[in-house]
């Protein structure tokens, strides 16, 4: 299983990103697909997930409401689009898919791959 992002880049507080998730080595459609990010130094922190199917999303309080999650299984590609960014957002984000129908428990996703970073700035 490898999952790839990507995306990232420097954009400016209030600006936009679409990050995208491309998945390989597994059936993309029986897996929920979640992203997540990590601060140097911090925990990995829950950001959103598909469940799947693709019949429901969930986010993080910090991130509802600017962040959209969708998928395209005809590509094996989930987005992460992300509006009205703000500095706090910086991090590393990671993609991963988890056999489940629907989780936001990090141990429940496994095979991570480098990240993709996104840097907000003031």
């Known amino acids: 299983v490898q999952l790839q992002a990507s995306g990232g880049g420097l954009v400016q507080a209030g600006g936009s990103l679409r990050l995208s998730c491309v998945a390989s080595g597994l059936s993309f459609d029986d897996y929920a697909i979640g992203w997540f990010r990590q601060v140097s130094g911090k925990v990995r922190e829950f950001v959103a997930v598909?469940?799947?199917?693709?019949?429901?999303?969930y986010y993080a309080d910090s991130v509802n409401g600017r962040f959209t999650i969708s998928r395209d299984n005809a590509k094996d590609t989930v987005y992460l689009q992300m509006n009205s960014l703000k500095p706090d957002d910086t991090a590393v984000y990671y993609c991963n898919a988890a056999n489940s129908p629907f989780t936001i428990l990090k141990a429940d996703f496994d095979s991570w791959g480098p990240g993709t970073l996104v840097t907000v700035s003031s």
């Open positions: 598909d469940s799947r199917g693709g019949t429901r999303t």
